[in-house]
């Protein structure tokens, strides 16, 4: 019979990198039965990154996303499509670190709207998957205009 299910998280970081999470099912037997082995989910760092993205591109303020490598003092703006470059995803000791990329409106609180974004972005991404976010920076690369002022 079983009562409950439990999840426990393994972080594994190596080449593409990957977050794995392997499930077990407690059952109602008596403790020294081992638990049986459900399988492993796999979770790469690409899709934590289009989760964290398009987060981003909801939020309120927010233009757009700006390449992570950009060396130019104008940051460029990234169609749409491309909301991934603008996002960083690192796997540190079990933990997961996002590095986001932003191009702001201009006019709006820079503060107000980064707090806004790091905030949905950790809630999002935890809620979605289960894994701890240890942090969330937000690197504010230009100021844009809209098209509707």
């Known amino acids: 019979m079983l009562r409950d299910q439990q999840a ?3 972080r594994q970081n190596f080449g593409g990198g990957y977050i794995s999470i392997n499930l077990r099912l407690m059952q109602i037997f008596p403790t020294h039965m081992t638990e049986p082995y459900l399988g492993r989910i796999e979770v790469k760092p690409h899709a ?3 989760i964290a993205g398009l987060v981003v591109l909801e939020s309120y ?3 757009g996303m700006a390449p992570k490598d950009s060396r130019e003092y104008v940051a460029a703006l990234l169609p749409r499509a491309k909301f991934r470059r603008g996002v960083d995803v ?3 000791e079990g933990q997961v670190v996002i590095d986001l990329y932003v191009i ?3 006019g709006t609180r820079i503060t107000q709207v980064a707090q806004g974004i790091k ?3 950790k809630y999002v991404v935890e809620r979605d998957t289960g894994l701890t976010v240890a942090q969330v920076n937000v690197h504010v ?3 844009r ?3 509707d002022s």
């Open 8 to 10: 426990t998280k393994k």
């Open 48 to 50: 934590l990154a289009s």
């Open 61 to 63: 303020g927010v233009v």
């Open 90 to 92: 690192k796997c540190i």
């Open 104 to 106: 702001i409106e201009y």
């Open 119 to 121: 905030n949905r972005v």
């Open 141 to 143: 690369q230009g100021l």
């Open 145 to 147: 205009v809209s098209k």
